[in-house]
């Protein structure tokens, strides 16, 4: 699914009406608002969904996050991001991929194959810790049709410094594995956001 956010929504349905999330922010948009909009949104939204939450937002890096520290409030699940966005930055520090190899990542509760997945991409100045989850092999890699849509918009982001990238997680249980994500980037005045299914049917 894929959709163009300006003065009127149009495209397919995604998990919520970003445009409403974007209605009193002045013209020419700023990116830097629009993110904190979106972050606003989505931790509503959230909290509809899962009426017990111990939401906190941060920044760590480049990235301001909204995470759901339930454990903290004794809540029998998962601690996991909700959300995240970030403006790419002049300069990214080198990846590190020892650190990254060594990330924990549970085993695949559906026999899918998994990757330590950025939910905002590195190019962008996504780290570790809260901006890794469990995603897709395929989807990550760009191995598949909706994989290369996904590496595209990723791409777009890095490709101008100051561009507005933001990424979702939608969960329907009480793991820290979401069954779909939803990212988008800043496009002058028109917020383009896609949705990927990130998790397979169990065996």
Known sequence: MRGDVSGTYR???????????LRALARPLHP??????ILDALGRRYQEQWAESALFEFEQNEGRFVFD???SGGLDRADRTVAACALTPQHVAPRDVNY??????????????????????????GTFGPNIFPQDRALNRG?????????ALEREAASEPGRLYFGHLLYDDDTDFPFAVETGVLRGDILHVEHFVNRTASN
């Open 69 to 71: 520290l339930a454990t």
């Open 32 to 37: 830097a608002e629009v993110g904190q909009a």
């Open 100 to 125: 990254q190899r060594n990330f924990p990542l549970p085993p695949s509760p559906t026999g899918q194959p998994l990757d330590r997945g950025h939910l905002i991409p590195h190019l962008s100045g």
């Open 11 to 21: 495209g397919p349905v995604l998990s919520m009406d970003y445009e409403a999330a």
């Open 143 to 151: 191995w598949s049709s909706e994989g290369r849509r996904y590496r």
